[in-house]
């Protein structure tokens, strides 16, 4: 197994490491991150999935689990709740149900927890497989939720708000199209597709543009950069899936 699990609990108590080691026994990279903020935001991008380990009374970090919830959600990935009953009951109300995928109660059999989570990894990993990959990049996070929102049962779609997040994404995974802004701050992309170019890695990834300019001077300067193609940002969303669909067939 290549999958990395991320298990996110409020210190790396003897439990945890415990949970640990039986995981990478069964073939599981593992990474730990504290209940932080700063912390698991380092380390969520690398993992497959997460646990979260609660200890006494942690259903009360709600801005711990509505983070946590966004960042899971944005690349699509999900998470297991772990803890007490009533901590598990004040925890889960903070998940989405694209993002919780089950709640288990302490003390957890590990044995059994492990048995559970290589046949869900499976079906997730079959999912996964017959879902082209698109990394949509664009500076506007709302614009971006929009798009995912319209193509998530179809493809798995990832998010990033910058080239450089891109390129860091990129470095871990793989995409079959990346949707690309035309028109970001800092780094643009023009600029951004350059970068893909001049990497082994990442110059055979076809790249749409997406542009808020349809006049055709504004379409002839973005074809110029030889892209799959563009899209219009105010693309309705039948025409868009369309679109996708001719792509990927």
């Known amino acids: 197994m290549e999958e990395k699990i991320l298990l996110v609990s409020e210190k790396e108590s003897f439990l945890?490491?415990?949970?640990?080691?039986?995981?990478?026994?069964?073939?599981?990279?593992?990474?730990?991150?504290?209940?932080?903020?700063?912390?698991?935001?380092k380390k969520v991008s690398e993992a497959y999935l997460a646990i979260y380990y609660l200890d006494r009374n942690e259903g009360s970090k709600a801005d711990i689990c509505h983070f946590?919830?966004?960042?899971?959600?944005?690349a699509d990935k999900k998470l297991?709740?772990?803890?007490?009953?009533?901590?598990v009951e004040a925890c889960q109300k903070n998940f989405s149900?694209?993002?919780?995928?089950?709640?288990?109660?302490?003390?957890l059999d590990n044995d059994q927890f492990l048995e559970y989570l290589k046949q869900k990894v499976e079906v997730l990993s079959q999912a996964a497989e017959q879902k082209k990959t698109i990394l949509i990049v664009d500076d506007d996070t709302t614009y971006m939720g929009l798009i995912r929102e319209w193509l998530r049962d179809t493809y798995q779609v990832?998010?990033?708000n910058s080239g450089l997040q891109a390129l860091k994404w990129l470095g871990a995974?793989?995409?079959?199209?990346?949707?690309?802004d035309y028109e970001m701050p800092v780094t643009s992309g023009p600029q951004v597709l350059s970068m893909l170019r001049s990497e082994s890695e990442t110059r055979d990834i076809p790249v749409m543009f997406l542009t808020g300019k349809g006049d055709k001077e504004s379409v002839m300067q973005v074809?110029?950069?030889?892209?799959?193609g563009y899209l219009l940002k105010s693309i309705e969303k039948e025409k868009l899936k369309k679109e996708l669909?001719?792509?990927f067939s």
């Open 80 to 87: 297991v709740l772990i803890g007490e009953k009533e901590d």
């Open 97 to 107: 149900k694209e993002v919780l995928m089950d709640t288990f109660l302490r003390p």
């Open 173 to 180: 995974n793989k995409a079959d199209l990346i949707l690309l």
């Open 245 to 247: 669909a001719k792509f």
């Open 68 to 74: 946590l919830n966004d960042k899971l959600d944005e």
């Open 158 to 160: 990832n998010m990033a």
């Open 223 to 228: 074809l110029s950069l030889k892209p799959e």
């Open 16 to 41: 945890i490491k415990a949970l640990a080691k039986k995981l990478q026994e069964a073939g599981w990279e593992t990474c730990h991150a504290e209940t932080k903020i700063d912390d698991i935001n």
